[in-house]
């Protein structure tokens, strides 16, 4: 009964690919988000969604593109893959327009080889 | 631009004692804040919050602590116990920001039976 789940846990790919990671939650959320915690272990917001639609898009590459199929789902699609986008990455959700805590998964870690 | 620091990397406290792990702020535009405990490879788990209406919030063993003027908060952990240990990290939010939340970069707590 997680409550918010990332696939895969760990992807291994080479520069230049295209990869992507599914995020759901079943916590009944309608806001969900994409942090990215690099080698610094600073998390910083990637974007941010609610009730499917785009909220927060910080300064991230347009190599970064996602998608919110419904309130439960939000996936990353990351295209042409380069070597600093190493890093693990976290999904979250949070009853939004509220001062709600957001809860987190457990990440994936991204290794471009 | 760190708008939340933590500048103790690290903390190590004997079982039993109070941790105080410590947070700065430079955005006076915060006005929540949020206490978060990070496992290895397990994501951020939300501990508690404080408005900035509030001083003080405590549930349990936790007890976080707002000073407006000085722009720092501190999170008080009484008694600490060897599950407690892990990274804590601070994070906060502005009203108007879509409830965007910057952390902080952690800080590794080690409670020593």
């Known amino acids: 009964d997680t409550a918010v789940s990332q696939t895969p846990k760990y992807l291994v790919t080479q520069m230049g690919n295209d990869k992507s990671i599914k995020c759901e939650q079943n916590?009944?959320?309608?806001?969900m988000y994409w942090y990215k915690q690099d080698s610094k272990k600073f998390l910083k917001i990637m974007f941010s969604y609610n009730n499917k639609e785009l909220i927060i898009n910080e300064t991230v590459p347009n190599r970064f593109s996602p998608k919110s199929p419904d309130k439960a789902h939000l996936n990353l699609h990351i295209n042409s893959l380069e070597l600093g986008d190493s890093a693990v990455y976290f999904c979250?959700?949070?009853?939004?327009?509220?001062?709600?805590?957001?809860?987190f998964g457990d990440g994936t870690r991204l290794s471009i080889l | 631009d760190q708008q939340v620091k933590q500048n103790s990397p690290s903390l190590s406290v004997q079982e039993g004692r109070i941790s105080i792990l410590n947070c700065d702020y430079t955005?006076?535009?915060?006005?929540?804040f949020l206490w978060y405990k990070k496992y290895p490879a397990e994501g951020p788990t939300f501990l508690i919050s404080i408005s900035s209406i509030k001083d003080k919030n405590e549930d349990g063993r936790f007890t976080v602590f707002l000073n407006k003027s000085a722009k720092h908060l501190s999170l008080h952990i009484v008694p600490s116990q060897p599950g407690d240990s892990a990274v804590y990290f601070c994070?906060?939010?502005?009203?108007?920001?879509?409830?965007?939340?910057?952390f902080g970069k952690g800080t590794l707590l080690t409670v020593n039976p």
């Open positions: 955005n006076s535009m915060f006005d929540y």
């Open positions: 994070a906060a939010s502005a009203q108007g920001s879509n409830y965007k939340l910057t």
């Open positions: 916590l009944g959320h309608d806001t």
């Open positions: 979250a959700s949070s009853q939004g327009m509220v001062r709600q805590p957001q809860h």
